[in-house]
C-alpha cells in the first residue's frame, strides 16, 4: 500500500512539474551595418516580450557572428541553431522554388505577397518547400521595390547603358534576365557590396530599399542612381525554424510566435516605407543623379520579365507550382483590384501565362 502511494505522489509531482524552458539561438543573414537586420530584431523583440520565459526565449546574434551569412540555412537544417533570418532567395541553388518566395522580376509588390501569404495560400507553400529540408518558416518581413541599380561612373538612362556592365545582383531570373539585357551578373553579399564598387571590381549594384543602401554607405560610391528597382518589385523576410525545436514547443508558444511574424509583417512595410522617403532625400542631397527608365521601357522589360519566368518555372516543378500559385492570385485579385482602381492597392500586371506555368508544374 505505502509502494502504491508513494507511485502515485511521484506520477502527480511529475504532471505538476512545468515543461523544460526552450533557449533559442537564432542568427540572421545580416551584418549590424545594414538595416535589413533591424526586422528581424523587431520579431524578436516582439516574441520575447510575448512569451513567458519559462516557455521560451530567443538569443539573437547578427549575421556573421556564429556562421557566415552563407551558411545559415545549413545550421538551421542540421540542429546547429534553432532559428535563422533569412531572405530565401539566398537558398534558390538548393531549390529554384525559394527565388519567388524571396521576390520577383516586375510582379509583385509588397501587398501582394501579404495578400498572397495571408489569403491565397502562400504561407503553406513557404511551410511546404522549407519543410522539404526539415524546417518551419514564418514569413515576418516585407519590403517594396528596390532602389535600382547604383552606378560609379556611367549612369543607366536607358537599357541600352547595361551593355556590358558588371552589376552586383542577386536572383536566379534576376540574374538571366539582366544578361538578355546586355548586362553580367555578379554575385557577393551585401557586405561586400561597399568595397568592391569603391575599388571598381564592379560596375554597378542593386542591394535593397534606399534606407538600406544608405546604411551600407553607398551615397559614397557612387554617382548615379537608375530607378525604379524592376528587377525585385519586393522582398520577402522571414525566419527559418529547425523543425525538432518547433515541434518541442507547446501549441499555444507556436501561436504566439505566428503572432509575433504578422506583426512583425505590418511593422516592417511601414517602416520601411517611412525610412525609404527619409533616404532618398538624402541621396538627392549627397548629389546622386537619380533617373527613371520611361514606361515603354518598363513595358519591354515586363515582357521579358515574363519570358524568363516561365523558363525558369519550367525547369522546375516546385518553383511552377509557386508562380502558379502566385498567378491565380493576381487573375483572381485583379478582378475588384482593376474595378476599384485607382483606389485599390496596387497594380495588377500584364504577367507570365498561367497556363505555360500550370503545365510545367503537373
Not at 25 to 32: K, Q
Not at 98 to 122: H, R
Amino acid at each position: 500500500m505505502k509502494t502504491t502511494y508513494l507511485a502515485g505522489v511521484a506520477a502527480a509531482a511529475l504532471m505538476a512539474a512545468p515543461a523544460m524552458a526552450e533557449n533559442w539561438t537564432m542568427t540572421s543573414t545580416w551584418p549590424s551595418s545594414l538595416e535589413l537586420i533591424e526586422i528581424d530584431r523587431k520579431f524578436v523583440e516582439l516574441a520575447n516580450a510575448m512569451i513567458p520565459d519559462e516557455d521560451l526565449t530567443i538569443e539573437f546574434f547578427e549575421g556573421g557572428a556564429l556562421v557566415p551569412a552563407g551558411e545559415v540555412f545549413g545550421a538551421v537544417e542540421s540542429g546547429t541553431i534553432q532559428a535563422g533570418a533569412d531572405w530565401p532567395g539566398y537558398w534558390a541553388g538548393r531549390d529554384a522554388a525559394f527565388s519567388p518566395l524571396a521576390t520577383t522580376a516586375s510582379l509583385f509588390n509588397a501587398v501582394d505577397y501579404v495578400n498572397w501569404i495571408k489569403g491565397w495560400g502562400g504561407a503553406e507553400l513557404y511551410s511546404e518547400i522549407y519543410g522539404q529540408f526539415g524546417m518551419v518558416y514564418l514569413p515576418y518581413g516585407v519590403t517594396n521595390n528596390e532602389s535600382g541599380f547604383r552606378t560609379v561612373d556611367k549612369p543607366i538612362r536607358t537599357t541600352d547603358d547595361l551593355q556590358g556592365m558588371r552589376l552586383r545582383l542577386s536572383g536566379l531570373e534576376q540574374g538571366r534576365l539582366l544578361e538578355k539585357l546586355g548586362g553580367s551578373q555578379v554575385s557577393m553579399a551585401g557586405g561586400e557590396i561597399y568595397q568592391s564598387l569603391e575599388r571598381g571590381v564592379i560596375d554597378g549594384a542593386e542591394f535593397s530599399t534606399p534606407n538600406v543602401d544608405l546604411s551600407g554607405g553607398f551615397d559614397q560610391v557612387t554617382q548615379y542612381w537608375s530607378t525604379p528597382g524592376w528587377h525585385q518589385s519586393s522582398s520577402v523576410f522571414g525566419v527559418m525554424i529547425n523543425q525538432a525545436a518547433w515541434d518541442a514547443l507547446s501549441p499555444e508558444t507556436q501561436e504566439m510566435l505566428r503572432i509575433a511574424a504578422d506583426a512583425t509583417m505590418l511593422w516592417s512595410l511601414a517602416n520601411t516605407e517611412k525610412r525609404a522617403t527619409e533616404a532618398y532625400q538624402a541621396f538627392q542631397d549627397a548629389g546622386i543623379e537619380i533617373t527613371r527608365l520611361d514606361d515603354a521601357t518598363l513595358e519591354n522589360i515586363q515582357n521579358m520579365a515574363n519570358e524568363t519566368i516561365v523558363e525558369v518555372a519550367c525547369e522546375n516543378p516546385n518553383s511552377a507550382k509557386v508562380y502558379a500559385s502566385m498567378l491565380t492570385y493576381l487573375q483572381d485579385y485583379g478582378k475588384w483590384r482593376d474595378a476599384s482602381a485607382p483606389f485599390n492597392l496596387g497594380r495588377t500586371p500584364a504577367g507570365p501565362d498561367l497556363a505555360a506555368i500550370e503545365e510545367c508544374a503537373q
